[in-house]
Nanobody, 124 residues
Framework: QVQLVESGGGLVQTGGSLRLSCAAS?????????MGWFRQAPGKDSEYVAT????????HYADFVKGRFTISKDNANNTVYLQMNSLKPEDTGVYYC????????????????WGQGTQVTVSS
């Protein structure tokens, strides 16, 4: 079974940067899977942030992170990254790494494996 382990969260001031990492424990799964990130703010439902195709050739972002966040993937190490720049207080939340089938959309129901989450806190 695939396991996803996130790291890189923390506390940062408005305008700062963080880089999240997600390591997948099983090598063979990643050949065709979509990987990505969702986030959940306190008291709110989880929301789509960004995804990347299995070969890294296609990326998609939620409108509220376009131009600030960049998703990338290292297939050799089964790791996906989320570089977050120009962070805002509203970016605060738990960030979850996810994986799903190649046809996965922005719906959280499409993703069958979730990591344990990493906390990101942006102070004003």
């Amino acid at each position: 079974q695939v396991q996803l382990v996130e790291s890189g969260g923390g506390l940062v001031q408005t305008g700062g940067s963080l880089r999240l990492s997600c390591a997948a424990s099983v090598r063979s799964f990643s050949k065709y899977a979509t990987m990505g990130w969702f986030r959940q703010a306190p008291g709110k439902d989880s929301e789509y942030v960004a995804t990347i195709s299995w070969n890294g050739g296609s990326t998609h972002y939620a409108d509220f992170v376009k131009g600030r966040f960049t998703i990338s993937k290292d297939n050799a190490n089964n790791t996906v990254y989320l570089q977050m720049n120009s962070l805002k207080p509203e970016d605060t939340g738990v960030y979850y790494c996810v994986t799903g089938p190649p046809a996965a959309t922005r719906r959280r129901e499409d993703y069958n494996t979730w990591g344990q989450g990493t906390q990101v806190t942006v102070s004003s």
